[in-house]
């Protein structure tokens, strides 16, 4: 109990809070934090793909922990608002306007990779580049993708296609114009996704703020950079414990550059695996700086339950491949790395949502008198959105993307099912890593597969299973997405006091912000040198992984998987048991969420950090309490800092010599 209240304590800094002696008038979204977020989106839309696709560099974009959004506030904080501070502190950036900037550019950072761009300019034009003889997508693929969706001229071997993928020949210019209809047809429903995730947490904030009260552990470094503990001050700056933890993380790190600039410098090993049984089991041992300093704000028993869970997965993965029980359905790469452990994932992603709505079930039946108008319209002032415009907006945002997906070919009779399984999977992931900090997270399966497998091939056809595959461009690869963003963004709006309702035109501002910078640099880069050249799983191996499952499915026409329903109803009960159990005995050591995800291939990468983190928390606590346990905050915090930082220096330095293939850091 001691830690769980220490969890909420909310002091950032390790230190004694210091009240706040910024004017009221100052703890609001201003029109240069506006701006600058604006700017700050640019940089995020610029850096992210120019690191994977030019320098091949470290990732600043591509999980939930936003390295580049930490990084400039890093920089911004540290260099001139601290001068600022200092010498003319009437001109310097308020704790408000630094989380408005920070919480704009977090939400740019689910736009420029993995979360947007770097998906749909591949995904919409794969099929044609790499149709072939022997996967005759020609015939089985391109037939069924609209023609609204690719660039006009589209076609195996036209230019538009090849110059995209090998580069436009000498002089000749980026073909913007046969863009403009596949641009205009993906982007405003892939806009209304993102406001539906914003409208959605609007909804769920005061729930899982202020009701249940989650960690959100990716807020505490945000905050303690803005001083939102110390009267507007970055006072840990000033804790040598925090740069302790930064020079860790940061020499750690260059340690990897300088390797890969000077092979003679030793390989730092941050990584080992062990084969247990060959062929089988391999366990991976990864030590990663930043998620050491999430894991350090979370609670004991969920640190505990998403390191048990994950090894129990692996032990179960093996005894299975020993004994031979496997499945052969085809239900995508991603996720579990077992279909039966797909279904029984998801299973369990359905009970969390599930449950998380009957615990919230008083204060949506609030917003839902709200939205009808018969609530004290106060009772939703400190929202970006009134609870009316936020649930009228969802329910017709749901409506226009249904529109669009039966437009696409997808049957009408299967978009409901679809559109829930893919909220849950955004729902579900949000709300693990609101609670657990996992800032690199995925699903145990995705909609559109888990879609066709219950079903079947017939309600879809074979148009049904290419409009599946499409959707990958948003329901695949979740590493990033709006609806974490805005749900840490929101925890961190607490610190604005006034007219948080700018605060939604920031992220508007933002996403279309990173939106136009990344979409510009992408294609540009993409006709320049050549998309083959650029990051190999966005512009190859995320196409292979749509469309070959597409083709499978095609091909082999399977039936509804009776199994996969039972499967899905087991991880259902299974995670219903473990929170009950969990309400029953307040000792019950093991956390659901860690159940939920633990059978996900990134979890056996970084099992092992979390394991070492909960080791060191958990004897901290024990003999040093809660003072120790404050006090050594910073140096976790720095190990998130210094890392970002990192990456984002050895990423300049890269640019300045030219050297390319420098990935200091991955997750």
Known sequence: MAEAAYNHHTDT????????????????????ALLLGTLGAIVVGLLAPWAIHVLRGSYMALDFSTPAAVALLFVLVAGPNLLLLRFRRNLALTTAE?????????????????????????????PYYYASPENAWAQRIIPYVPDWLTPRGSGVDAPVITNLYEGLPAGAQVPWGAWVRPLLSWLPMLLIVHFVMICMMVLLRKQWVDNERLAYPLTYLPLALAGADSGGWPVILKRSTFWIGFAIAFLGGSWVGLHNYFPAVPAAKWDQSVTLIKGIWSLSFRISFPMIGFFYLVNLETSFSLWFFNLLAQVVRAIMGVVGITSTENLGVYGARDPI?????AGAFLALVASGLWVARGHLKVVWRQAIGKADPQLDEREILSYRVAFWGMIVGLGLIAWWLAASGLPATVVPLFLILAFVFFLG?????????????????????????????????????VSLALTYVW???????????????????????????????????AIIAALAASMWLTMTRAYTQGGVTMNSWFFDGAVQAAYKWAQEWIVKRPEPSVAGLIYTAIGAGIYLVLTALRFRWANWPFHPIGYCIGSVWIMDNIWFTIFLTWLTKAAILRYGGMVWYSNLRPVFLGLICGQFVCNAAWLILDWATGHTGNAVFWI
């Open 429 to 465: 992931l949000t709300r693990i890593v609101a609670e657990s900090g996992m800032a690199e997270a995925v699903a145990p399966a995705i909609a559109p597969t888990t879609v066709a497998g219950l079903l079947g091939w017939g309600p879809l056809g074979d148009r049904g299973v």
């Open 13 to 32: 800094t390790g230190g004694d809070t210091v009240k706040s002696s910024e004017p009221q008038r100052q703890r609001i979204v201003t029109g240069r």
């Open 98 to 126: 630094l989380i408005t900037i920070y919480s704009m550019m977090v939400v740019a950072s689910a736009i420029p990779t993995m979360g947007l761009t770097a998906q749909v300019i591949p995904l919409s034009t794969g």
């Open 341 to 345: 452990l797909k279904y029984i994932g």
């Open 475 to 509: 329901t695949s690869d979740i590493r990033t997405f709006v609806m974490a963003s805005a749900a840490n963004s929101l925890k961190l709006a607490d610190v604005i006091e006034g007219k948080q309702r700018r605060l939604f035109w920031g992220f508007i501002l």
